[in-house]
Every structure is written in structure tokens, then in C-alpha cells.
């Protein structure tokens, strides 16, 4: 097949959600199938190389990191390295790759890193991540691949799930994944769980709908949703944030790439679903009540609703082929539809999910 696609759903008779990963060789139409697709169990995640024909499992139940390939049109087990004794949990790990054979699991919930030899699956050397970790709340990377001139540009976040809760601090984050060493830039808010570049090389960060949604509920317990950008060339992130809600006049998060110099957010319709003070957050996260704006960057004065069924406030985009697919997730998360944003007749349906996709990998 040419992809692996990692998804979270309920299977009857259990109790937890579980993550498997399916294979198909179409994301413009069809079904994943999820009859030969390999259980991953409660937590975990799917990473790779697009095209080197290989891919990776962590799993949390064990803390191990799997090794797969495809022989004979099967999926097959090829090795795995354990990081039991070097970690509690796995949790929001990321993978950073220096091509097929050398990468780094960054686990900054406890403030670690691993240099991995991918070859020998063996843990080669560590870097210490303490910087990055919030003091207050577990700390996570968002994990969307953004390159530029060889390092990973990404940011932290914080966010207690439970309690809900998100910081005020964010990191911008620059990891070179060929020694391992990195850089931390304050952001000019907080909350950002997004990120992309757009074609003229800026990179943009913004906060998704979870934390419109905690903000909307209680100012105190999140800060106002917001979108940061980076000038191509610089380090230096520009210091007044755009802040999304004051340009649709609701609570606002997601960042989808959507042509040139747009991108697609959820607005919440506040008339749909009022915000009161027994509001909790996961049920306005999962409300199918989330209205598609579009956001031109250049110009966010002319952003708009653009026509779509509303959706719930989970966000995911992929980049497969050069072209961006975002989720239309249904309201009870049973189910999801690739929507391809980029390229001719934009935005048109894709592949059909059972649950909610969380990555993807391009095997050749």
C-alpha cells in the first residue's frame, strides 16, 4: 500500500479508545480498512520517512518503539528498542527524522530526547528538553512537519487536560536532527498547537479550539486565542500576535492551510451552543457547532465564513502529495472524511475513517 494512517476509535465490546493502524493505497476516495491494520493498543502514535517504504510504532502500554515493513504485501514486524528504563509514560512524543536511518523521539512531557540509530534500533545518545517543560502543566510539541534550512521548527504548549487549563507561554522551537541541539524563542502568546509555512516562507503558529473553548469558558483559565507569525529568514517572531477572535467575533482556533495566503479555523456559533458556567470544555471540543471561516493572511479584513456543515472543534490536517487534507470528524468522533483543501475543486471529500486519524505515512 502507499499509506499507513494511524486512528483512534472505540471497538465494540471495549470500554477505551484504541489506535490501529490501516493501510490503503487511495486518500481521494474509499474506506480504510482496518482488517489487516495492527493494534497499537491505548496510546501511541505512527511515524516515517515518507517513501522509504518503512514505518514506526511507539506504543505507551510498553514504551517501546516498533519497527515495520511491508514483505509480500504483509505488514511485518522488523525490531523494536524500549525506553522503560529511561522514561514513566509516553505521552505526546515527537518524531524528528534525519533521514530513514537516524531520528530523535522527543518526549518533552518529561523533558528528554533520544538519538535513535534506525538501522540498529538502538538508543545512541540523549539531550535534555527541561528548558521547554512548563512548570505547572504537562508540556507538549506540536508535531506538524515544518522544515527550514534543515531544522524542525515547531512550539510548545502546556495544557492540563483534567483541569482544564492552558498556559499563557508558549516556545518557538528550532531542533537541528542531525546533532540534536535546539533552540528555544519566546512566542508572544500562549496556547500555540498549530503551525505551517506558507509559500513566501513565513512559518504561522496559531492556538487550536480547545483553547478558544477553555478561554470562552473562563478568561482565567487560558489565554485568548491567537495566531504568530515568523518572517521567512528570521528567529524573531513578530510581537503582536493576531488575535483571532477579535476578526470573527467569536471564540476561534485551528490553522489549515487553504490556498495561497489563506487558512481555514473553526468559529464556535455561540447561538448553537451558548457558553455558561457549567460549560466544560470537552463538551464545547466535541459540539458539532463549530462554524469554517476562511482567514486571508495578507488581508485578515476580508476573512469570511466560507459554506460548510459546522463540525466539531477537533482539528487535524495532513500534507500527502503536496496537497493539505483536513478532517470533517463526526460529532460522537465514530468517524472522519478527508477533506483535500489544496488543488483543483477544493475542498472535495476523500478517503472515509473509522475514528479520528492522527498521521499519516507515505510508504513509497
Same mark, same amino acid.
Given at each position: ?23 490503503t ?5 474509499g ?6 491494520s495492527?493494534?497499537?493498543g ?11 517504504g ?17 514483505e509480500?504485501?504483509?505488514?511485518v ?6 525506553f ?16 530513514p ?13 533520544f538519538?535513535?540509530d ?9 539531550v ?7 512548570a ?5 510539541m506540536n508535531?506538524i ?13 502546556a ?11 508558549s516556545q ?5 536532527p542531525t ?13 500555540? $498547537?498549530?503551525?505551517m /509555512? ?7 503558529? &496559531?492556538? +487550536?479550539? @480547545?483553547?478558544?473553548?477553555i478561554? #470562552? ?6 489565554p485568548a ?11 524573531e ?14 471564540p476561534t482556533?485551528?490553522l489549515?492551510?487553504f ?6 479555523v ?6 448553537q451552543?451558548p457558553? $455558561?458556567?457549567?460549560t /466544560? ?7 458539532? &457547532?463549530? +462554524?469554517? @471561516?476562511?482567514?486571508d493572511?495578507? #488581508? ?9 456543515d459546522p ?5 487535524l490536517?495532513f ?11 463526526s460529532?460522537d468522533?465514530?468517524s ?7 488543488g ?9 475513517i ?7 505515512v507515505?510508504?513509497?
Amino acid at each position: 500500500p502507499r499509506f499507513a494512517v494511524a486512528t483512534r476509535l472505540l471497538v465494540a465490546g471495549a470500554t477505551d479508545l484504541q489506535i490501529f493502524v490501516g493501510f490503503t493505497d487511495d486518500v481521494e476516495s474509499g474506506e480504510l480498512d482496518l482488517s489487516n491494520s495492527i493494534d497499537i493498543g491505548g496510546s501511541g502514535g505512527l511515524w516515517g520517512v515518507d517513501g522509504s517504504g518503512e514505518f514506526y510504532i511507539t506504543r505507551g502500554e510498553d514504551l517501546t518503539l516498533n519497527k515495520y515493513r511491508f514483505e509480500d504485501g504483509q505488514p511485518v514486524f522488523v525490531d523494536r528498542t524500549s525506553f522503560a528504563q529511561e522514561i514513566p509514560f509516553l505521552a505526546g512524543e515527537f518524531m524528528a527524522f534525519d533521514g530513514p536511518d537516524r531520528a530523535y523521539l522527543l518526549q518533552v512531557t518529561t523533558g528528554q530526547g533520544f538519538a535513535l540509530d534506525l538501522e540498529a534500533m538502538e538508543i545512541v545518545d540523549r539531550v535534555d528538553l527541561t528548558t521547554l517543560v512548563d512548570a505547572e502543566q504537562p508540556t507538549f510539541m506540536n508535531s506538524i512537519d515544518v522544515f527550514r534550512d534543515g531544522e524542525v521548527v515547531g512550539a510548545t504548549y502546556a495544557t492540563d487536560a483534567v483541569q482544564e487549563t492552558v498556559s499563557e507561554v508558549s516556545q518557538i522551537v528550532f531542533f537541528d536532527p542531525t546533532d540534536g541541539s535546539f533552540e528555544a524563542r519566546p512566542a508572544p502568546c500562549g496556547g500555540l $498547537t498549530y503551525n505551517m /509555512t506558507a509559500p513566501n516562507g513565513d512559518i504561522y503558529f &496559531a492556538a +487550536d479550539p @480547545w483553547v478558544a473553548g477553555i478561554h #470562552a469558558i473562563d478568561p482565567s483559565r487560558g489565554p485568548a486565542p491567537c495566531l504568530v507569525r515568523l518572517p521567512a529568514g528570521s528567529r524573531e517572531p513578530d510581537p503582536s500576535p493576531i488575535m483571532l477572535n477579535d476578526i470573527t467575533g467569536g471564540p476561534t482556533g485551528g490553522l489549515i492551510p487553504f490556498g495561497d495566503s489563506s487558512i481555514l479555523v473553526r468559529v464556535l456559533d455561540t447561538e448553537q451552543f451558548p457558553v $455558561t458556567e457549567e460549560t /466544560t470544555n470537552f463538551q464545547l471540543f466535541g459540539s458539532p &457547532a463549530w +462554524d469554517t @471561516w476562511e482567514i486571508d493572511l495578507l #488581508a485578515p479584513e476580508r476573512s469570511r465564513r466560507i459554506e460548510r456543515d459546522p463540525l466539531a472543534g477537533a482539528i487535524l490536517y495532513f500534507v500527502i502529495d503536496g496537497e493539505v487534507y483536513d478532517n470533517e470528524t463526526s460529532a460522537d468522533f465514530s468517524s472522519t472524511t478527508l477533506v483535500r483543501t489544496t488543488g483543483p475543486d477544493a475542498p472535495a471529500p476523500g478517503l472515509q475513517i473509522s475514528g479520528i486519524p492522527l498521521s499519516v505515512v507515505q510508504l513509497r
